[in-house]
């Protein structure tokens, strides 16, 4: 493996029953930079995401984090190693205040857990609702909540999945800088999102899957003139 | 908000401490039995109440810490006071190792194993007739008072209210509502899910393993039948739900509203207390799933500390 990489996925695949959802497929990134994983409904992005993070498990292929293989490891200690995500479907804790929703996650003391997460909230605007239940707040805010608690849990490799989806577009020029200010900080961002205005300007380097394979990968102007991509994803 | 609360507890507690001495018998044996009830619903509300996995095994940790002390007190000649805490060791015990494996299944699965579970500590307490006295039980000299027994039971109920005031003021509290929210989004984010359920259920089963052994001293004669009823854990699991899951005055508030109506519903209707009860039961579930304090807590927006 080669010693830059902050993660590699060598071949993994995963099978439902008699469905193969991701197949053989592999990945390498660099720290640091902002990548981006895309592909049409059911190509698999989101298996890749869960074989990451633990919550699958591979049937073959190994995942290595920081050169330490993880494919082993529960989610919780993956999530220890340094990696965090968000959910297609939003996850939040309904029941947990939005102020809460980020203190159950942190593993510091708790005055500098309610500083940082305070924070947080200011720093997505939803400062005003930190007493609020997570299940009250609208889906754009439930997707920037989420987003906030996934930098509580200050990961090296942050997973986003479709941060877009539902946040409207003056908060989505927020979440973008915000995403590349955790670049500046030396982040890692890998990104599943079907806007692919986002993905264009955000992203370094395109991973695009098909039917769980992984179909090609480059800058977003080489990306842009792939025919094959062309075709699996715009279908012409 | 807290000196209220306090200034409501505090006279409540001092009047409950002198009670016995200005009351009949008859009230000291009810309160006795309501301290009983308090305490196994602040129990089923550590385990199900905050983190979601419902237990219809309940009665089987205070069935076994029944058991344990009066085997304790009839054989080995043990002080009631000690062998009930012993229960409680054991009831623990238990629950590490049925814990391990049954904590892994979700929803109902868990549940229905809680019920088996029930039933294989009753067959086996019938069983080992030699220790247990099989179906005939074992029988205890009667106690020359109960005034013991009345501040044991008050202390077991105060000490599930301290229990579940630190956890639900802690992070652990928090991160076991998070699992009860969402199990796997809790894990993802990096809470050992699988090791706080452990911790919450241990907790959980050492509560009614010592309200067991505090049981069969107070009943003095206990068998296998009458000790593991589900009836116990349905019980429990009402007067929870009635006050307020995941609440801290919940089951304090359901244990007590539903005891006070038991005994006059049982008074009145002997024959219909059970239809009675079961009727609110599906009141509750139908109409107030969140309980007293649960809709309140959402209608006037008061603290989880309630």
Known sequence: ?236 | MKRLAWAIALPIVAGLAVMPFYVSNYITTFTIQTFMWIALAESWNIISGLTGYVSFGHVSFFGTGAYTAAILISKAGWHWFPAALTGSVTAASLALIIGYPCLRLKGPYFAISMLGLNEVVRALVSYFDSLTGGGSGITLSTMSSISPLYYSMGGVALAGWFITYWILTSRFGLRLLSIREDELAAEAMGINTAALKLYAFLISAALPGIVGGFYARYVSHIEPLGTFPLLTTITMIVMCLFGGRGTIFGPILGATLLSILQELVWTRFLFLHEAIFGAIIIFVILLMPRGILGVLQQRYRLPRTI
Not at chain 1, 1 to 26: P, Q
Not at chain 1, 158 to 171: K, M, S
Not at chain 1, 185 to 194: A, D, R, S
Request: glycine content about 8%.
């Open chain 1, 1 to 236: 493996m080669a010693g830059n990489l902050i993660l590699e996925v060598r071949g993994v695949s995963k099978h439902f029953g008699g469905v193969t959802a991701v197949h053989r497929c592999s990945l390498a990134l660099e720290p640091g930079r902002i990548f981006s994983l895309i592909g049409p409904n059911g190509s698999g992005k989101t298996t890749l995401f869960n074989l990451i993070t633990g919550v699958e498990r591979c049937d073959e292929g190994e995942i290595y984090f920081k050169g330490e293989q993880i494919d082993q490891l529960p989610p919780h200690k993956i999530t220890w190693k340094g990696i965090g995500r968000t959910f297609q479907v939003i996850r939040v804790f309904p029941e947990l205040t939005a102020l809460e929703n980020l203190l159950v996650v942190s593993r510091q003391d708790w005055q500098p857990s309610c500083r940082r997460a305070r924070e947080f909230l200011s720093f997505v605007k939803l400062d005003q609702l930190q007493g609020e239940f997570a299940g009250n707040l609208s889906y754009g805010q439930q997707r920037l909540l989420e987003f906030a608690r996934v930098l509580m849990i200050d990961p090296d490799l942050i997973l986003l999945d479709e941060p877009a989806a539902g946040v409207n577009r003056t908060l989505l020029n927020d979440l973008l800088s915000a995403i590349r200010d955790l670049r500046a900080q030396g982040k890692t961002v890998l990104i599943v999102e079907h806007d692919m205005k986002v993905v264009m300007d955000l992203s370094e380097k395109i991973f695009v899957l098909d039917h769980g394979e992984m179909l090609a990968e480059g800058a977003p102007s080489t990306i842009r003139s792939n025919q094959r991509v062309m075709e699996a994803y715009f279908g012409h």
